[in-house]
């Protein structure tokens, strides 16, 4: 038994982390892997204290900090269930079992799928859910990001030294993403828009080679090499059922980080918080570790 486990290790669960080593706490942090959706970033500009840092480079600044507290870390493990039984939770990983006083559930998003034919198939075969990771392997060659918000514009602009061509598809009338990231994707040469249009297909060889878009009624194929898919994210919230989650399977919090079961708190992407910043999720973080340092007290 211990007094808090913190599952995930993204911005919220690292910071969170930070907060229970300096109050002391005996815990432990459960992870599939470190650094979460900030690893996957592109140029990451708009974090205090650094004017220019990398996603990768930010998540690696986290982890570096994270050790220091020497913390006890489960790594490549994955949590399945998560129940409360009277004053004990009990968490389920797909590799042990565990019991704590108090959690914090930081376990981020992830990306969503399209849907369509051709997508399972030609997975890690020309098609990505991850620029960051995946764009250099796509140089000189024609590809298709699918989305309109700030990880699709993010992942044309990482590809825009990297590429011959950028398809950029969008299912929306117009971008919805950061209008200063949009001035510059629209300044390049190399990218062509398409709005209020359809993904229908992806096929291919071995390897992907072509996408079939429609718009306007009209279908079009795409001869490009590679696909990033930049559509958004889903909450990692599943393993925890009788909590409070709202359409989107987001868990529903309060300004203290308390879900509707007391000792359970939630923070980062996971949650209804809105705005799904690096910053805001790490802040998010903070006030759940205190948060759960105040609760250990009451109790």
Not at 32 to 41: H, P
Not at 134 to 142: C, I, M, T, V
Not at 224 to 235: A, K, N, R, Y
Request: aromatic share 8%; with cysteine; charged share 25%.
């Amino acid at each position: 038994m211990v007094d808090l486990v913190i599952i995930g290790a993204g911005p919220a669960g690292i910071t969170a982390s930070v907060y229970a080593a300096r109050k002391k706490m005996d815990f432990l942090v459960i992870t599939r892997d470190i650094g979460g959706q900030a690893a996957l970033s592109g140029d990451v500009e708009n974090y205090t204290g650094y004017q220019f840092i990398t996603g990768p480079e930010l998540a690696e600044k986290f982890e570096e900090h994270m050790r220091k507290y020497k913390i006890k870390l489960k790594e490549d493990e994955e949590v399945i269930n998560l129940e409360k039984i009277n004053d004990e939770i009990l968490i389920k990983t797909n590799q042990e079992d565990y019991k704590t006083k108090t959690v914090i559930i930081a376990s981020g998003k992830r990306s969503k799928e399209l849907g369509i034919s051709g997508e399972k198939e030609f997975k890690n075969k020309g098609l990505t859910y991850c620029a960051t990771c995946d764009a250099p392997l796509f140089a000189g060659k024609e590809v298709a990001v699918i989305g309109g918000g700030n990880s699709a514009l993010d992942a044309v602009l990482q590809l825009l030294k990297i590429a011959k061509k950028i398809y950029l598809i969008n299912n929306r009338l117009t971008l919805a993403g950061d209008l200063i990231m949009q001035e510059k994707i629209k300044q390049s040469e190399i990218v062509k828009i398409f709005n209020d249009a359809q993904i229908k297909e992806i096929f291919g060889d071995k390897m992907v080679n072509g996408i079939k878009i429609k718009k306007q009624n009209k279908e079009e194929i795409l001869p490009v090499q590679g696909i990033f898919v930049e559509i958004g994210l889903i909450p990692n919230s599943e393993f925890i059922k009788y909590i409070n989650k709202n359409k989107q399977g987001e868990i529903i919090v309060n300004c203290y980080n308390e879900t509707n079961l007391p000792g359970i708190f939630a923070a980062g992407d996971v949650t209804n918080v809105p705005e799904k910043q690096i910053i805001i999720a790490a802040g998010e973080g903070a006030k759940a570790a205190l948060g759960a340092f105040k609760y250990l007290a009451r109790v």
